[in-house]
């Protein structure tokens, strides 16, 4: 059975629900899936539970499911980008689970490796430590860390193969392996859609048996969050 889908909608068909929890890849606007975005936020699901480095930026990837009041709960690391996040989440509207950057990419890798939990020091002491088990390896304090699966992830890479096996171009090679590993179901987005082979298999960062549907993109608009030139000398 193909893996390939001619649209995003259609390579989310039968996947969304309301309620569900969502990976997704990206660092900032680097790297999202924009086109599977778009198409989640026209199905018009909610209640959703996004487990992602951040939360886009207002108007833009994962800030048009918060305009839309899809999402109820992000579970992130940072948020300093989005003044709609910002007054969701002070005004009671919206749930925040705060989360290292590091724990929270181990979180996802150790879901996606089948991983239930794990101990690290990040954190100890700290409100990112508050209701969780905390205990002594070698004189040295550990909390517990919980390894995250999700009901979908959607990740975008630069070339993907008809087996699923994805390539990351330079920092977008950044949440997405981890999220792609973390879900049930891995819809991925591609820029470049190749035969299956044609990827020299040292040069795969996620294979295929982690991607079960894939659709090629077009006109990605790739924003930049803050641009930062130098000064004509």
């Known amino acids: 059975m193909s893996k ?6 259609d390579a989310l068909a039968g996947l969304l629900r309301d309620d569900m929890t969502v990976a997704a890849g990206g660092f900032g606007l680097c790297g999202i899936p924009e086109h599977i975005i778009e198409a ?3 199905s018009g699901v909610k209640g959703l539970t996004v487990v992602s480095n951040n939360c886009g930026v207002d108007g833009f990837g994962l800030g048009k499911l918060l305009e839309g009041g899809q999402i109820r709960k992000m579970v992130s690391s940072y948020v300093g980008e989005n003044k709609l996040f910002a007054e969701l989440y002070l005004s009671g509207k919206l749930e925040l689970e705060f989360t290292p950057q590091g724990t929270l990419a181990e979180r996802m890798r150790a879901g996606g490796a089948g991983i239930a939990g794990f101990y690290t020091k990040t954190g100890v002491g700290t409100i990112a430590a508050e209701g969780k088990e905390t205990r002594e390896f070698d004189g040295e304090k550990y909390v517990l860390e919980r390894g995250i699966v999700c009901d979908l992830a959607i990740v975008k890479a630069t ?3 008809h087996e699923g096996n994805l390539v990351y171009r330079k920092t977008t090679r950044n949440f997405n392996p981890l999220a792609a590993m973390c879900g049930r179901v891995t819809v991925a987005e591609v820029e470049e859609l190749v035969d299956a082979g044609e ?3 040292d040069a795969v960062h996620t294979p295929g048996i982690f991607v079960q549907r894939i659709v090629k993109g077009e006109h990605f608009e790739k924003r930049i ?9």
């Open 4 to 9: 390939i889908h001619a649209t995003a909608a």
């Open 199 to 201: 990827i020299d298999p």
């Open 40 to 42: 989640i936020k026209a």
């Open 159 to 161: 070339v993907g193969d």
């Open 225 to 233: 969050e803050q641009r930062t030139v130098r000064k004509p000398a």
